[in-house]
């Protein structure tokens, strides 16, 4: 199936811990994002990769750092996990050009 | 900077009435307009997209129209149905910009 699809979907966590949700698409899109979706379900971009590159970083912790080993591949790595981190994170990609996004079915993160 | 705004944020209707979903966004330099699906708990569902050279798309019973000089899109529903429940986004890319700025969403609820 062609998708875009991260894992995993649940991720409970104690604070301080640090962890990674993995991202793949493959659609073959040049660009892939990471967003994140609070608690009043408003989505909120957090980084854009396009052909491996960042070209957006809103402004986000510092604890929050994306890596992409391909154009296929986004990771987002959380160190020193915090209450306030709990949220949905959602992977997306898209073509350049007037195309539009596919998102991944999302990954709660819960910190306790 | 770019806002979108939803309006409105609920809406509960009879099954089998048709409705509208209202989107507006502040920047009209858009490549295109998008709407999506959320059902609770899950990812999000692209519904439509609509290049900013488009006026209306059409999907089954969801027809989205696009009017770029007013800065405003439309959802229309034809015959909801309760499966139709979900939260509705709504979003578009800036000129030049790879982000996605969204609504915060309308909730549909269809009462059978």
């Known amino acids: 199936d062609t998708a875009v699809s991260q894992t995993p979907k649940y991720l409970v966590t104690q604070m301080g811990n640090d962890k990674s949700i993995k991202c793949e698409q493959n659609?073959?899109?040049?660009?892939m994002y990471w967003y994140k979706q609070d608690s009043k379900k408003f989505l909120k971009i957090m980084f854009s990769?396009?052909?491996?590159?960042?070209?957006i970083n809103e402004t986000v912790p510092n604890r929050f750092s994306p890596k992409s080993p391909d154009k296929a591949h986004l990771n987002l790595h959380i160190n020193s996990l915090e209450l306030g981190d709990s949220a949905v994170y959602f992977c997306?990609?898209?073509?350049?050009?007037?195309?539009?996004?596919?998102f991944g079915s999302g990954t709660r993160l819960t910190v306790v | 900077k770019q806002e979108v705004t939803q309006i409105p944020a609920a809406l509960s209707v009879p099954e089998g009435e048709n409705l509208v979903l209202n989107c507006s966004f502040t920047?009209?330099?858009?490549?295109?307009l998008q709407w999506f699906r959320q059902d609770p708990g899950k990812g999000l569902t692209s519904l439509l997209l609509?290049?900013?050279?488009?006026r209306e798309q059409t999907s089954g019973r969801l027809n989205a129209s696009l009017d770029k000089s007013s800065g405003r899109s439309t959802l229309y529903i034809a015959a909801s149905q309760p499966g139709d429940s979900a939260t509705y986004l709504c979003?578009?890319?800036?000129?030049?910009?790879?982000?996605?700025?969204f609504g915060k969403g309308t909730k549909l609820s269809v009462i059978p």
């Open positions: 659609l073959g899109h040049d660009t």
């Open positions: 979003a578009v890319p800036g000129a030049g910009s790879y982000q996605l700025t």
């Open positions: 997306a990609s898209s073509q350049e050009g007037a195309h539009g996004y596919t």
């Open positions: 920047d009209s330099a858009i490549y295109n």
């Open positions: 990769y396009n052909n491996k590159e960042l070209i």
């Open positions: 609509i290049q900013s050279s488009q």
